[in-house]
């Protein structure tokens, strides 16, 4: 991409882009998939995403619905050519039609971040309890993982209740069709915990070992143009036996048998409290950032944006929003728990404030201590966003997508936040003290007024 920069007033800068054809192609390809994730259309081998597109939605001309979203992605790649991070995203103004196999001419007004001071650049100080581990970590985690492997054995006849484990064959039919997936000679099944459809669960509960019940029950669907339907299922159910669950007790032997890579109980027992103490510990520390920064935000000096904070704020309402809609609750549900409309903007407004000024009071003493960032820092911002990623394969999608800016910023916020952990007054106190008693608290108070 060529991209030339002038300077305009009031701390913005005017880009001029050209956009070459392969990146104009991986832009409208790029849009393309995310919105047949956003639609649900499902890949298949042979044709390309406007092809099922086309078929499963009727779409003619896929890149003229991404277009927009498309051109919205190269702009990552001029900011990036540059070098320059805004202080909110820009808006492209485009010169022409977006067109694949075609050069697209773009320009971007940029307001850029905006440098802020501190009243203050002193060692910060903060008070916290002492790094412990919770003493049953381990036997919880040895507890599940043997709850992992429960088996299930034969247990006394009677009919089968809500909460009751017991092994079933059954034959189901769609449209005559055998469901292969529903269809078994055996399988161990829990009565009412919405593993099935509660059609199911009510011709179960009461059947007894031995029983065959023939019945219909309905269940959720998705037809050919990927619409949510009801589906009759007929199926034929045989209860074989009541089942309770057996727990193994993880001893040597049950270590030889499932976990030969240790050399014994004791041996499992230490490599998970080595993790226990890791994971505690990168708890801890992350814990101490943010102490150490919620500290050197109070030093922060100057305004902020209009346009900043309503991003801010937007970005923080989209994920918000993405979040309850994988979990399942509505958006209104979530902000009536949080006190209704009035309480939660209030909430809302404070947590982006807090998190644009603790963003640029790190900024600040980046640029104060004249720190840099290495690439085990660009790595290290990659772990801190995702822990389980392959950093590096992180830091490859940064650069693929021209986000590599936004990824140098993480990162000196996160050096900057451990250089001020590093040199800060910390005092730490025992979780486990008992509190100061209410009485001489009262008596403190008295003094005082007098």
Same mark, same amino acid.
């Given at each position: ?274 993790? @226990? #103490? /890791? ?5 801890? %520390? ?6 150490? &920064?919620? *500290?050197? =935000? ?122 001020? @952990? #590093? /040199? ?5 106190? %025992? ?6 008693? &209410?009485? *001489?608290? =009262? ?8």
């Amino acid at each position: 991409m060529k991209v030339s920069m002038k300077k305009l007033g009031d701390n913005q800068v005017r880009l001029e882009c050209v956009a070459t054809a392969e990146e104009v192609n991986n832009a409208l390809q790029a849009s393309q998939i995310g919105f047949a994730q956003s639609m649900g259309l499902r890949p298949e081998a042979g044709k390309t995403v406007a092809q099922v597109a086309e078929e499963k939605m009727g779409i003619k001309n896929l890149d003229s619905i991404v277009e927009a979203s498309a051109v919205q992605g190269l702009v990552p790649f001029a900011l990036d050519k540059k070098n320059i991070i805004p202080a909110f995203p820009p808006q492209p103004e485009a010169k022409s039609a977006l067109k694949r196999d075609r050069e697209f001419a773009f320009d971007l007004t940029v307001s850029l971040k905006p440098d802020y001071e501190l009243t203050s650049y002193d060692p910060v100080e903060i008070t916290m309890p002492a790094f412990a581990v919770n003493p049953d970590a381990v036997d919880d985690q040895l507890r599940q993982m043997a709850e992992r492997y429960t088996t299930y054995v034969t247990a006394d006849a009677k009919p089968v209740e809500k909460g009751d484990s017991c092994l079933i064959a059954m034959k189901c039919l769609k449209n005559g069709e055998e469901v292969t997936g529903l269809t078994t000679d055996g399988r161990t099944y829990t009565a009412g915990m919405g593993y099935m459809p509660e059609g199911f669960d009510e011709q179960i509960i009461g059947m007894q070992p031995g029983e065959t019940k023939e019945f219909t029950f309905e269940g959720p669907g998705i037809d050919e143009d990927f619409n949510e339907i009801t589906e009759v299922i007929d199926c034929t159910v045989t209860v074989k036996e009541i089942q309770a669950p057996a727990i193994p007790e993880i001893d040597d032997e049950w270590v030889k048998t499932n976990m030969p890579m240790f050399k014994d109980a004791e041996a499992l027992r230490a490599d998970i409290a080595r993790g @226990v #103490e /890791h994971g505690a510990r990168e708890q801890y %520390d992350n814990y101490k950032r943010q102490m150490a &920064v919620s *500290e050197l =935000a109070r030093r922060f000096q100057g305004k902020i944006a209009d346009e900043v904070y309503e991003t801010m704020r937007s970005n923080l309402m989209e994920n918000m929003r993405a979040e309850l809609q994988q979990s399942g609750q509505s958006w209104e549900d979530f902000v009536a728990q949080n006190g209704g409309e009035q309480q939660f903007g209030m909430m809302l407004m404070l947590q982006t404030r807090e998190m644009l000024v603790q963003g640029y009071a790190l900024d600040a003493v980046f640029r104060h201590e004249k720190l840099s960032i290495t690439d085990d820092d660009l790595e290290a911002a990659c772990r801190a966003m995702n822990p389980q990623a392959n950093p590096k394969q992180m830091l490859e999608q940064f650069k693929q997508s021209g986000r590599l800016f936004a990824l140098r910023e993480s990162a000196e916020r996160l050096k900057a936040n451990n250089w001020v @952990v #590093e /040199h800060a007054i910390i005092t730490e106190v %025992d979780p486990n003290a008992p509190a100061p008693e &209410v009485v *001489e608290q =009262a008596e403190a108070s008295e003094d005082v007024a007098e």
